[in-house]
Each structure stands twice: as structure tokens, then as C-alpha cells.
């Protein structure tokens, strides 16, 4: 069937002419983020890196700066703003993001234009056929993005980690750029489960020789750990603090007298580390910046009430959504949609979330990982305030949503969170605002 051997994924000699074929044949792949993620799991950079050489390394026809970022929260972020300043400064800039909101096609831009579904599919056809019998459906993707940027000529490339970053498929490709965001407890039964490990899992992505940028202090545990691993790499080390010329309000964010789009101080450590490491001029990054907007990340949807939609999932990624709420909604106690994966820490996550709420209604919008909302409406930190709406069902997820808003009132706040899969179920039933329409 094709080099890697194994059982046919597709009649190759039926073109894939659609997106929806296109994932249907993608679909017969391991997917580890749609599998329990206290399953087995199988990680080795010798299979996308085999991928890549039979599909004639595309990887290395995708311009002379290739960035990867690494990090537990903040690399999506992060990615879009590298990319978009690059963009602006000039180079044709491919972005592989990873999840997914709404469409597949989103993970894979050039210059913030997504792939269209004809390319998609015509280049998923291509890895198909070079695939083996153990290729994931991560390495697959990786290997679909790498194809279009090298097919389209582009100057530059950023690549956002998946999971990890020691053994993840994006490392497969040889960089020039590397960027370390912050660094929070999330997947530890993959990971492990101090902050010490998780980052030697991130810093391992570090090339040698290669300059690494890192949002997280030299001087705590787990940057201690990537500069170390930095040093010892002969990799140029710099360390991007939080920024302390950092307003918010209700009217924004404000940094170094640049207004961004983006809501939460947070963001502002993330712009700072994509313009350390883009290395170009304010006059060019700060408009890129102003303008970039990350859906489903403390995005404001939505104007009467305001939505917030946000995909925290961790205790410290939630508590920088409870900081963005009380910096730019002031006053506000939201009415809070929430759904959260099994693997998660439901009682940290409740224990920040439950001062700060008028409402709750819990759903589970991934039969797969999610956890019941019923075990979700159950925490006692609530103190059986949280309404267990019900399981894979979309139109409960709807209803959850018209109930926050009608009990928000025009001048009220809903806030979406736990979750990317609720976000990205949740956002087409929103609106953008004014400013993000004009972006």
C-alpha cells in the first residue's frame, strides 16, 4: 500500500476530492486528543520524522526562520502574535496551531489565510500515502502543514506544540527559533506531576546552538531546569519577564503604550516573548500586535450581555481568566457555562471559580474525555449552587447559553470556560464585537 506498510486508510485510487473524506480517511488514524488521556499512548520522533523524509522533507523547504513554542499555556497565543509580526515585517509566514475551534482548516494558515479545503484535501491525500501503520493523526497533520507551506514558498514557518515537547512531532523539524511560554501543572500522568519535569519535557525541544526565548524566571524551579538545559546545549538564552507596563480596563489592555485586542494581562507576557524573539522593529510589531486576536483565549464575544469565551483548563489558566474578568468587566459576577475534561483538577479549578460566579450550569461536550456534568455540578465547592444540564447534547449546550444571557441582563457578563471543545461548540452561537469585526 504505500512505504511505512501496514492496512489501506484509503482507496488511493479514489481521489480525495472533499474535506469531509479528507477526515473521514484522517479519522482512522491514533488520535490521541480525542482518546482518554489515562489511556496508553505511544510517543517516538522517529515516525514523523520518517514521514517527513518519504514525503521528500518539505520541512525543510519552508523558509530560513522556523519557530516552535513550547509551553503549558500562552503557546497559542504566543504563536499567533510571532507569526502575524512576521507577517508584517514582510515574510510569507506559515502557522500550524493545534487544537481546533470550529474547522480542521483552521490550524494551518499563511499570512492568517486558512488552507482552503481543496488544498487540504489534496494534500492530506499525499501524506496518506506515505503514512505507516503506527502514524498518528498529530504526525499526519504536522505533515500536511509542512507540505502546503513548502508547496506555497513560504519565508518562515511558526510551529505550536501539541503536547510536551520532548517526543512531540513538531520537534521533528529542525528550527531556528525556539520560545518557552509558562509552565503550570497539565497532563502530568504524560508529563509528570512536578513542575521541575514538565518543564525538562519542555526545554527538551531546545536545538543545539539554536537561541531559545523563555517567559518562565531562571531563578524559579522549572526555569531553572530550561536554562540549564539551554546551557548546556550552547543555545543563547533569554528570559522575557512579565512586563510591569501593563494596564487593564474596562477599555482594554495596554502594553508598553500599545492596545491590544487581546483581554488579560497574561497576554501581554505573550506578546512580549513573540517580539523578543521576531526581532523587529516597534513600528512594525506593534501594529501586528494591536491587531491579533486568538479566538476561544479571553475572547470577548458578543455586547449586551458580554461574553466571555475562553478555553482554560487548569487552575492557574483559570485564575488568569478570573484576573481578565475582574480586570476588564469590573464588578462583574458572571454566569458561568463550564465543562472540563476528566484529567483535570475539578476541585482547584471550583475552588477559584466559585467565589467569583453569580451562576453555574455544567454540560460535557466530549463523550470521550469529558467529564459528566453531573460529577461536575457535584463539587462541593459550589455549595449546590451548579446545575447539572446534561451530556453530549447540543442542545442542551444551547440552552445553557440562553439561560446565562437572559439571567446576565444587557448589562451582565457570561463567561464560557473549561473547556477548548466547549468553546469551539459554543462560539458559533456568538458574535464577534465591533473591534474584533474590525480587525
Same mark, same amino acid.
Given at each position: 500500500?504505500?512505504?511505512?506498510?501496514?492496512?489501506?486508510?484509503?482507496?488511493?485510487?479514489?481521489?480525495?476530492?472533499?474535506?469531509?473524506?479528507?477526515?473521514? !480517511?484522517?479519522?482512522?488514524?491514533?488520535?490521541?486528543?480525542?482518546?482518554?488521556?489515562?489511556?496508553?499512548?505511544?510517543?517516538?520522533? !522517529?515516525?514523523?520524522?520518517?514521514?517527513?523524509?518519504?514525503? =521528500?522533507?518539505?520541512?525543510?523547504?519552508?523558509?530560513?526562520?522556523?519557530?516552535?513554542?513550547?509551553?503549558?499555556?500562552?503557546?497559542?497565543?504566543?504563536?499567533?502574535?510571532?507569526?502575524?509580526?512576521?507577517?508584517?515585517? =514582510?515574510?510569507?509566514?506559515?502557522?500550524?496551531?493545534?487544537?481546533?475551534?470550529?474547522?480542521?482548516?483552521?490550524?494551518?494558515?499563511?499570512?492568517? &489565510?486558512?488552507?482552503?479545503?481543496?488544498?487540504?484535501?489534496?494534500?492530506?491525500?499525499?501524506?496518506? !500515502?506515505?503514512?505507516?501503520?503506527?502514524?498518528?493523526?498529530?504526525?499526519?497533520?504536522?505533515?500536511?502543514?509542512?507540505?502546503?507551506?513548502?508547496?506555497?514558498?513560504?519565508?518562515?514557518?511558526?510551529?505550536?506544540?501539541?503536547?510536551?515537547?520532548?517526543?512531540?512531532?513538531?520537534?521533528?523539524?529542525?528550527?531556528?527559533?525556539?520560545?518557552?511560554?509558562?509552565?503550570?501543572?497539565?497532563?502530568?500522568?504524560?508529563?509528570?506531576?512536578?513542575?521541575?519535569?514538565?518543564?525538562?519535557?519542555?526545554?527538551?525541544?531546545?536545538?543545539?546552538?539554536?537561541?531559545?526565548?523563555?517567559? &518562565?524566571?531562571?531563578?524559579?524551579?522549572?526555569?531553572?531546569?530550561?536554562?540549564?538545559?539551554?546551557?548546556?546545549?550552547?543555545?543563547?538564552?533569554?528570559?522575557?519577564?512579565?512586563?510591569?507596563?501593563?494596564?487593564?480596563? !474596562?477599555?482594554?489592555?495596554?502594553?508598553?503604550?500599545?492596545?491590544?485586542?487581546?483581554?488579560?494581562?497574561?497576554?501581554?507576557?505573550?506578546?512580549?516573548?513573540?517580539?523578543?524573539?521576531?526581532?523587529?522593529?516597534?513600528?512594525?510589531?506593534?501594529?501586528?500586535?494591536?491587531?491579533?486576536?486568538?479566538?476561544?483565549?479571553?475572547?470577548?464575544?458578543?455586547?449586551?450581555?458580554?461574553?466571555?469565551?475562553?478555553?482554560?483548563?487548569?487552575?492557574?489558566?483559570?485564575?488568569?481568566?478570573?484576573?481578565?474578568?475582574?480586570?476588564?468587566?469590573?464588578?462583574?459576577?458572571?454566569?458561568?457555562?463550564?465543562?472540563?475534561?476528566?484529567?483535570?483538577?475539578?476541585?482547584?479549578?471550583?475552588?477559584?471559580?466559585?467565589?467569583?460566579?453569580?451562576?453555574?450550569?455544567?454540560?460535557?461536550?466530549?463523550?470521550?474525555?469529558?467529564?459528566?456534568?453531573?460529577?461536575?455540578?457535584?463539587?462541593?465547592?459550589?455549595?449546590?449552587?451548579?446545575?447539572?444540564?446534561?451530556?453530549?447534547?447540543?442542545?442542551?449546550?444551547?440552552?445553557?447559553?440562553?439561560?446565562?444571557?437572559?439571567?446576565?441582563?444587557?448589562?451582565?457578563?457570561?463567561?464560557?470556560? =473549561?473547556?477548548?471543545?466547549?468553546?469551539?461548540?459554543?462560539?458559533?452561537?456568538?458574535?464577534?464585537?465591533?473591534?474584533?469585526?474590525?480587525?
Amino acid at each position: 500500500m504505500r512505504p511505512g506498510g501496514g492496512g489501506a486508510i484509503y482507496d488511493a485510487r479514489v481521489p480525495l476530492q472533499t474535506i469531509d473524506e479528507a477526515l473521514a !480517511a484522517l479519522s482512522q488514524l491514533t488520535n490521541y486528543e480525542r482518546t482518554r488521556a489515562d489511556g496508553p499512548r505511544a510517543f517516538d520522533l !522517529a515516525r514523523p520524522r520518517a514521514l517527513l523524509a518519504r514525503l =521528500g522533507r518539505p520541512d525543510l523547504r519552508m523558509g530560513a526562520r522556523i519557530a516552535q513554542i513550547a509551553g503549558t499555556k500562552g503557546k497559542g497565543s504566543t504563536s499567533r502574535y510571532l507569526a502575524r509580526t512576521w507577517t508584517a515585517a =514582510g515574510a510569507k509566514t506559515g502557522l500550524y496551531a493545534s487544537p481546533h475551534l470550529e474547522r480542521i482548516t483552521e490550524r494551518i494558515t499563511i499570512d492568517g &489565510v486558512e488552507i482552503t479545503e481543496l488544498e487540504f484535501a489534496t494534500a492530506v491525500e499525499r501524506v496518506l !500515502a506515505a503514512v505507516d501503520s503506527e502514524t498518528t493523526f498529530f504526525e499526519a497533520l504536522l505533515a500536511v502543514a509542512c507540505l502546503h507551506f513548502a508547496r506555497a514558498g513560504t519565508d518562515a514557518a511558526v510551529l505550536e506544540v501539541g503536547l510536551g515537547g520532548r517526543l512531540d512531532a513538531t520537534t521533528a523539524v529542525p528550527t531556528t527559533h525556539n520560545v518557552i511560554t509558562e509552565i503550570s501543572r497539565d497532563h502530568t500522568e504524560i508529563l509528570g506531576d512536578t513542575l521541575a519535569l514538565i518543564a525538562a519535557e519542555k526545554a527538551a525541544t531546545i536545538r543545539n546552538g539554536v537561541p531559545v526565548w523563555s517567559g &518562565v524566571d531562571p531563578e524559579t524551579e522549572a526555569g531553572s531546569v530550561i536554562a540549564h538545559v539551554a546551557e548546556e546545549r550552547g543555545a543563547p538564552f533569554c528570559y522575557v519577564a512579565f512586563p510591569d507596563d501593563v494596564s487593564a480596563s !474596562a477599555a482594554g489592555l495596554v502594553w508598553d503604550g500599545a492596545h491590544l485586542q487581546a483581554l488579560g494581562r497574561h497576554q501581554a507576557h505573550n506578546a512580549a516573548l513573540a517580539v523578543a524573539a521576531s526581532g523587529v522593529a516597534r513600528a512594525v510589531w506593534e501594529p501586528a500586535i494591536a491587531a491579533t486576536i486568538h479566538p476561544g483565549c479571553c475572547e470577548r464575544r458578543d455586547g449586551s450581555p458580554a461574553l466571555l469565551l475562553d478555553g482554560a483548563h487548569t487552575v492557574s489558566s483559570i485564575a488568569a481568566t478570573v484576573a481578565c474578568c475582574r480586570d476588564h468587566f469590573p464588578g462583574q459576577a458572571p454566569h458561568l457555562v463550564f465543562a472540563l475534561a476528566r484529567d483535570k483538577d475539578l476541585s482547584g479549578i471550583v475552588d477559584v471559580l466559585a467565589p467569583f460566579v453569580s451562576s453555574v450550569r455544567c454540560v460535557r461536550v466530549d463523550a470521550k474525555r469529558g467529564m459528566p456534568s453531573a460529577e461536575l455540578a457535584a463539587a462541593p465547592a459550589w455549595q449546590a449552587r451548579a446545575e447539572s444540564v446534561g451530556d453530549d447534547d447540543p442542545a442542551a449546550w444551547r440552552a445553557s447559553l440562553a439561560q446565562a444571557r437572559a439571567d446576565a441582563g444587557p448589562a451582565g457578563l457570561v463567561l464560557v470556560t =473549561g473547556s477548548l471543545y466547549l468553546a469551539g461548540a459554543l462560539r458559533p452561537l456568538t458574535s464577534p464585537t465591533l473591534s474584533h469585526r474590525d480587525a
